[in-house]
């Protein structure tokens, strides 16, 4: 977590990991692409105005020589034991959960992996890989929030029981809407165009959630195929990747992985899975509630943009069922901003079946359990008695 302000004020870096032995930091200096590594605990001997400490399972530094515009990623040193949940690789960099800018791209590679992911064996992510993943990983930056330029935006402040949500997916909404100028179809520009906005108005849109818009990661396989995420779906920095015990080590899992994921208590070796994507945050612990509300908390406050969770219900999990009475439900109740995906109403009434045909995988990789009906007809049909 990068704190600076606009008063020029020294950088301070914070992460949680409660099982952690050491926090490294690494650094690439500007002009270069070369990092760094620097063990923050002998750190003092470069620059004595340091100052390292750790409280209550959180590390933090105090860097008074840096600035905006500084890049920077983690290393966490740890016991590699599986079993008990631990996950620690110094070898593999990390990106900081509260990271506000990324620089970079994800390049697929077999060191972002804790373990050898050839090996064949059923054990084989309890083997410790020693491989250095920094060439691989995109890197964090230090940003100065306190300068951010609204424009003097003012939210709509639409009551919630007049609010007619419209969901999209930014560049697809505009890319080929001939009523936009070329250069900015699929932009955010292109949802801003007064054709845009004429049209959101004229069905009686008073708000638009767009598909996830934060830095995001094409997955390994799709990459392989040459095909790319759409949906931005697998986010990273606010969001980890979405992955169980046998996904890369990119945040969350490498920084502390029995404190940021729900482990099976019989084998903490093993992810819970509630949300169908392979892993589930642990919301029992409330430094990963913190995030979740402090997520939401910085894009309505510095951007004026609420933000959303989907399979917000997966995070009322105090033990297995979903609670409400769950410290999750108290939160959010602060900072109501929760919401799923669902069809449109036409998709709903047209078809049993998925049709993702043009995902380059046989329509496989969604759920599908719909719970639609097709009327009797799959798709659209000009029968009036459906119609």
Same mark, same amino acid.
């Given at each position: 977590?990068?704190?600076? &302000?606009?008063? &020029? *004020?020294?950088?301070?870096?914070?992460?949680?990991?409660?099982?952690?032995?050491?926090?490294?930091?690494?650094?690439?200096?500007?002009?270069?692409?070369?990092?760094?590594?620097? &063990?923050?605990?002998?750190? $003092?001997?470069?620059?004595?105005?340091?100052?390292?400490?750790?409280?209550?399972? #959180?590390?933090?530094?105090?860097?008074? !020589?840096?600035?905006?515009?500084?890049?920077?990623?983690?290393?966490?040193?740890?016991?590699?034991?599986?079993?008990?949940?631990?996950?620690?690789? %110094?070898?593999?960099?990390?990106?900081?959960?509260?990271?506000?800018?990324? #620089?970079?791209?994800? *390049?697929?590679?077999?060191? +972002?992996?804790?373990?050898?992911?050839?090996?064949?064996?059923?054990?084989? !992510?309890?083997?410790?890989? /020693? %491989?250095?993943?920094?060439?691989?990983?995109?890197?964090?930056?230090?940003?100065?929030?306190?300068?951010?330029?609204?424009?003097?935006?003012?939210?709509?402040?639409?009551?919630?029981?007049?609010?007619? @949500?419209?969901?999209?997916? +930014?560049?697809? $909404?505009?890319?080929?809407?001939?009523? #936009?100028?070329?250069?900015?179809?699929?932009?955010?520009?292109?949802?801003?165009?007064?054709? /845009?906005?004429?049209?959101?108005?004229? #069905?009686?849109?008073?708000? %638009? *959630? +767009?598909?996830?818009?934060?830095?995001?990661?094409?997955?390994?396989?799709?990459?392989?195929?040459?095909?790319?995420?759409?949906?931005?779906?697998?986010?990273?920095?606010?969001?980890?990747?979405?992955?169980? *015990?046998?996904?890369?080590?990119?945040?969350?899992?490498?920084?502390?992985?029995?404190?940021?994921?729900?482990?099976?208590?019989?084998?903490?070796?093993?992810? $819970?899975?509630?949300?169908?994507?392979?892993?589930?945050?642990?919301?029992?612990?409330?430094?990963?509630?913190?995030?979740?509300?402090?997520?939401?908390?910085?894009?309505?406050?510095?951007?004026?943009?609420?933000?959303?969770?989907?399979?917000?219900? /997966?995070?009322?999990? =105090?033990?297995?069922?979903? !609670?409400?009475?769950?410290? $999750?439900?108290?939160? @959010?109740?602060?900072?109501?901003?929760?919401?799923? !995906?669902?069809?449109?109403?036409?998709?709903?009434?047209?078809?049993?079946?998925?049709?993702?045909?043009?995902?380059? =995988? &046989?329509?496989?990789?969604? =759920?599908?359990?719909?719970?639609?009906?097709?009327?009797?007809?799959?798709?659209?049909?000009?029968?009036?008695?459906?119609?």
């Amino acid at each position: 977590m990068p704190y600076f &302000n606009s008063k &020029n *004020e020294p950088i301070t870096l914070i992460v949680l990991s409660m099982s952690s032995q050491l926090y490294l930091l690494q650094l690439v200096k500007s002009g270069t692409e070369h990092a760094t590594c620097i &063990n923050i605990a002998t750190y $003092f001997n470069y620059s004595p105005n340091i100052l390292l400490e750790q409280t209550h399972h #959180i590390w933090h530094v105090y860097l008074p !020589d840096f600035e905006p515009g500084q890049i920077y990623a983690y290393r966490i040193d740890g016991r590699y034991d599986p079993c008990n949940g631990h996950r620690f690789n %110094v070898n593999k960099l990390l990106i900081d959960p509260y990271t506000r800018a990324i #620089i970079g791209t994800l *390049e697929w590679d077999d060191s +972002l992996f804790g373990y050898d992911i050839h090996d064949s064996s059923s054990g084989k !992510d309890l083997k410790f890989n /020693t %491989v250095n993943s920094a060439a691989f990983m995109p890197k964090c930056v230090v940003i100065d929030s306190g300068n951010f330029n609204s424009g003097g935006d003012i939210p709509p402040n639409t009551p919630f029981h007049e609010t007619i @949500i419209y969901e999209l997916h +930014l560049k697809g $909404f505009t890319k080929l809407n001939q009523k #936009i100028p070329e250069e900015i179809r699929g932009t955010y520009a292109g949802i801003a165009h007064p054709k /845009t906005i004429e049209y959101l108005k004229n #069905i009686g849109i008073t708000a %638009v *959630e +767009l598909m996830p818009v934060q830095h995001f990661i094409t997955d390994r396989y799709l990459k392989e195929r040459d095909l790319t995420n759409y949906w931005g779906s697998h986010t990273i920095g606010f969001f980890c990747i979405r992955c169980n *015990e046998f996904g890369p080590s990119l945040s969350f899992k490498g920084i502390d992985n029995k404190s940021y994921y729900r482990l099976t208590e019989q084998d903490q070796r093993y992810c $819970f899975d509630y949300t169908g994507t392979r892993n589930t945050l642990n919301c029992q612990l409330p430094y990963i509630l913190r995030l979740i509300m402090d997520s939401l908390r910085y894009w309505i406050c510095m951007s004026t943009v609420p933000g959303k969770f989907d399979l917000a219900a /997966t995070l009322a999990r =105090e033990l297995h069922a979903v !609670d409400r009475l769950s410290a $999750f439900f108290d939160i @959010i109740h602060q900072d109501p901003a929760t919401a799923h !995906d669902v069809f449109t109403l036409n998709d709903l009434v047209s078809y049993n079946e998925k049709h993702n045909e043009m995902n380059g =995988e &046989n329509s496989l990789g969604s =759920e599908s359990r719909n719970r639609s009906w097709n009327c009797n007809v799959e798709g659209p049909t000009d029968d009036l008695n459906i119609n």
